[in-house]
């Protein structure tokens, strides 16, 4: 029996082999890789733009023993990223995923390279983030998207997501490593200056000619490289097209009705459905149940990405876990204006880091290791009883730096002071009154600090004690690249907040990416990956791209599995 709800009447009836709901890195691999191996391929995303959360990442992928590892000089096994992971998810571990992971992901991205458009550099020195953990491993375990034309995209390149305004410079995407570490050092280096003048003015042209800038980096380059691969392979792309419903008939899953144009489809779908529709980070009534602050809660995620995979999921029998001890990915985000009234939201991934940065609460304490990873460092926000803290520093910190959507010289900070977005104090304590923060302790603790800051120490919180602290900081700060005095005035501060980078629980699924029913039993023809699958990481946060990368290998997986492949 077919389970329909007619509120409106069927207009068409069409049919494919796969029909994939959402375009993000998780959708769009499972697309490319059914077509790829034969089948009929319809994706259906709910926005008028292709790319998801992933066009707005950073665009890395955790992926243990990748191909790319050998070319870097880096030795890892399977065993050293089981006991990782094992020592990471905890009680959470599940083996058969796991290993279904590890085995596959490496075999993923070879396919991937070899087969598409999508291409990936590697980072011997990108950290996993507890690198001193049992199979940890201070770098190599990552890899990012290579920057991408495009123009490839021909139209396309018009619908897909733009990154996060306020993570661009000038709407410039920075890409990772040497092109970071010139835009960190236009000030410093003829070199770095004149590269910057020229990424700027590429970008200019580029506007002028396309209305968006052209060379894709981070997450925009991976959604761009797999909409050209989609393309390239004939998969239908619908903009604009939400599911509404799934079809089943006795006990299997068979379709979906599709919302296009103001007509409701009814898909057949052959083969299976694959539900990657980003998870909840946008669904209200979700989070109010499952984040303890979710009154204070900001998501940079996309305005669509509402939970629509989990209700499809429940309604056709899923078991949805929601007993991760973290529901999402935490991220401190900050809150900056734009000129509409509104504001846009700058995630914290590497000022934290920086030497002559730290982070306090409204009472004026430290909490954390500010270098350590933004998910562990918005837990220990948490453990405080806080929903929101300060990152304090001063004049030669920032302008070296920048802090948040601040830029570093020669860019003026007195926009941001007027904005309000950054906060100035003489001294301590007139910071202090302008954060709202609790003065004779602020001072307290910058003074302490301060004295062991002077050798380089931070016998509280250690920041600098690991590969991933000093990854972020600046090598030419002696003897610790994380940490130096804050005692250049002017001070400055910006307050930062709970966010995340995607939702951690999610639909129960197995091994071969089939969604599972309460009884853990596969629901034929219905499967799941990305952030709308229940996490593998346990709650927990062990590397960069431990979503993205779990989230193609799942999505490639379900695809294989759907083809009959081996």
């Known amino acids: 029996m077919s389970h329909v709800s007619h509120a409106s009447p069927i207009e068409n009836e069409l049919a494919c082999d796969v029909l994939v709901a959402g375009s993000g890195a998780g959708g769009l691999a499972a697309a490319v890789a059914a077509r790829k191996c034969g089948l009929e391929v319809i994706v259906a995303e709910k926005e008028s733009l292709f790319g998801g959360t992933t066009a707005r990442s950073g665009g890395w992928l955790w992926i243990p023993n990748h191909p790319l590892q050998a070319a ?196 057949t779908a052959r083969r299976g459905v694959v539900l990657a529709c980003g998870g909840f980070p946008q669904d209200e009534a979700r989070r109010k149940r499952l984040f303890a602050h979710a009154e204070t809660h900001h998501s940079p995620a996309p305005p669509g990405n509402t939970g629509d995979g989990l ?116 001294t301590f304590e007139q910071l202090a009154q302008a954060c709202g923060i609790d003065a004779p302790a602020l001072k307290h603790t910058l003074d302490h600090y301060n004295r062991n800051a002077k050798s380089g120490t931070d016998p509280d919180f250690h920041k600098g004690g690991t590969a991933y602290n000093c990854f972020y900081g600046d090598p030419e700060i002696k003897p610790n690249p994380c940490v130096a005095p804050i005692v250049q005035a002017p001070f400055y501060a910006v307050q930062v907040h709970v966010g995340d980078l995607g939702t951690y629980a999610g639909i129960s699924t197995n091994g071969n990416a089939q969604v599972l029913d309460e009884n853990k039993r596969p629901i034929p023809g219905l499967y799941a990956a990305g952030n709308d699958a229940l996490s593998i990481m346990g709650g927990n946060y062990p590397g960069p791209g431990i979503t993205l990368g779990p989230a193609m290998t799942f999505g490639w997986i379900a695809a294989r599995h759907m083809a009959g492949a081996a």
């Open 311 to 426: 209700r499809l999921a429940e309604a056709a029998g899923a078991r949805i876990d929601e007993s991760l001890p973290n529901a999402a990915a935490w991220v401190p985000v900050s809150k900056v204006p734009r000129a509409d009234g509104g504001f846009g939201l700058f995630p914290h991934f590497i000022d934290r880091a920086k030497p002559g940065v730290i982070a306090v609460t409204r009472k004026g304490l430290r909490f954390v290791n500010e270098g350590n990873s933004y998910h562990d460092f918005i837990q220990a926000l948490l453990a405080q009883g806080e929903t929101s803290a300060w990152l304090v520093t001063d004049r030669r910190a920032i302008r070296a730096y920048g802090l948040g959507f601040v830029k570093p010289r020669p860019l003026p900070l007195a926009p941001h002071l007027k904005s309000g977005y950054l906060k100035k104090g003489d």
């Open 72 to 267: 870097i000089g880096i030795r890892d096994s399977l065993e050293e990223a089981s006991t990782y992971l094992l020592h990471e998810t905890g009680e959470k571990y599940d083996p058969e995923r796991v290993n279904a992971f590890l085995t596959a992901g490496p075999r993923m991205i070879e396919w991937f390279q070899r087969e598409t458009a999508v291409r990936f550099d590697a980072s011997a020195t990108f950290s996993d983030y507890h690198p001193d953990a049992p199979g940890g491993k201070a770098g190599g375990r990552s890899i990012v998207a290579s920057a991408f034309d495009g123009r490839e995209l021909g139209p396309l390149l018009g619908k897909l997501r733009p990154p996060l305004p306020e993570l661009t410079v000038f709407g410039v995407m920075i890409g990772s490593g040497v092109e970071l570490t010139h835009f960190m050092r236009w000030s410093k280096s003829a070199a770095s200056a004149l590269f910057v003048a020229r990424r700027l003015l590429g970008h200019g042209i580029a506007m002028l000619v396309h209305g968006r800038g052209v060379r894709l980096t981070n997450g925009n380059a991976l959604a761009g490289r797999l909409l050209k691969s989609a393309q390239d392979a004939g998969v239908q792309l619908w903009e604009s097209s939400p599911l509404k419903e799934l079809l089943r008939e006795n006990g299997r899953v068979t379709g979906a009705i599709v919302e296009r144009g103001g007509r409701r489809l009814r898909i």
